[in-house]
Structures are given as structure tokens and as C-alpha cells.
């Protein structure tokens, strides 16, 4: 899942970009896609490493918590004109 997420949110940062510079600025369309970044990279480091060594129930939940976490805040942020 975290990998069919990632690959659709670079999708949407590309088809994007241009509405989120146009409609929300620069300054906004670059954090958002730090942070997004960020994320991704951190739960690619996580999740590769819980697979390795192997997870507790506490340490599977709160990877899962932080991937939708991910979904919600980051991973597909609206980049168009406002209503």
C-alpha cells in the first residue's frame, strides 16, 4: 500500500504543480512537497526496517497510524483554484 501511495502522490505533485504555484503560491506548493517528501521518507525507513528486524504490535500500529496520517495530511494535497 505504501508503495502504490507513493507512486500516486508523485503522480499528483506532477499533474499539479502548476495549479499549486498558480492558485496557492510558491511558498505553499514547495513546503507541502518538503513535508511530503519527508514523509515518504521516513515511512520507507520505517516500514523497511520493521520488515528486517521484525515489529511489535505497538511498533505495526503506530507505522499503520503514521502511513494514514500521511494520507490524509499530505500524501494528496489540494494544488487547484479554491472554491
Not at 505533485?13 to 518538503?34: D, E, M, P
Request: proline share 2%; aromatic share 22%.
Amino acid at each position: 500500500m505504501l508503495a502504490v501511495a507513493t507512486v500516486l502522490s508523485v503522480i499528483w505533485f506532477v499533474s499539479g504543480w502548476n495549479y499549486g504555484l498558480k492558485y496557492q503560491g510558491a511558498r505553499y506548493t514547495h513546503i507541502i512537497c518538503i513535508l511530503n517528501v519527508a514523509w515518504v521518507g521516513c515511512l520507507w525507513v520505517l516500514f523497511t526496517r520493521a520488515w528486517k528486524v521484525g515489529s511489535s504490535f505497538k511498533t505495526n500500529l503506530l507505522l499503520h497510524w503514521m502511513l494514514f496520517a500521511w494520507l490524509a495530511w499530505y500524501a494528496f494535497p489540494y494544488l487547484g483554484e479554491l472554491p
